[in-house]
């Protein structure tokens, strides 16, 4: 998949590798910016200190930013998914560093039976705080 870039966003997700070991097959995306402004249309890296910024804003920019990562997801041909990626330390993440966001979606068909012949609704109530806010089903309450 090649996400199509738009003016709408400044945060894509695209493809840069396939592949398959025999047992899993898996996507790797990296996390690109693009400036509507800049006529050579220059795609450059997000450090994950920027992306994180972008994820966590009130504004349309966030909305953007995670559903763009859902769409990803929801566009894999996988039934279930292990969503990977780099481990980073705070220190690693701040803006004076430029490690940049990658991810991988890792084939996991397994999740899926999982989930849907042993479903256990209450395995992670317990880290979900519920919103009283209609358009906010939860939020999952990090132990870090």
Known sequence: MVTTISCESDIHYKLVEEGNDGQYSSARYAVYSYDCNNNNNNNEPVSIHAWIQAM???????????????????????????????????????????????????????????????????????????????????VALSPF
């Open 56 to 138: 966590m804003m009130q504004e349309e920019q966030s909305s953007s930013a995670a559903d763009g990562v859902a769409t990803v997801i929801r566009d894999c041909n996988y039934s279930g998914v292990f969503f990977e990626t780099k481990g980073c330390t705070s220190s690693a993440a701040n803006a004076k560093t430029k490690q940049f966001v990658e991810f991988v979606l890792v084939d996991a068909p397994c999740l899926t039976s999982f989930a849907e012949t042993n479903p256990d609704e209450t395995a992670f109530r317990k880290h979900f705080v519920v919103s009283s806010n209609q358009q906010t089903a939860a």
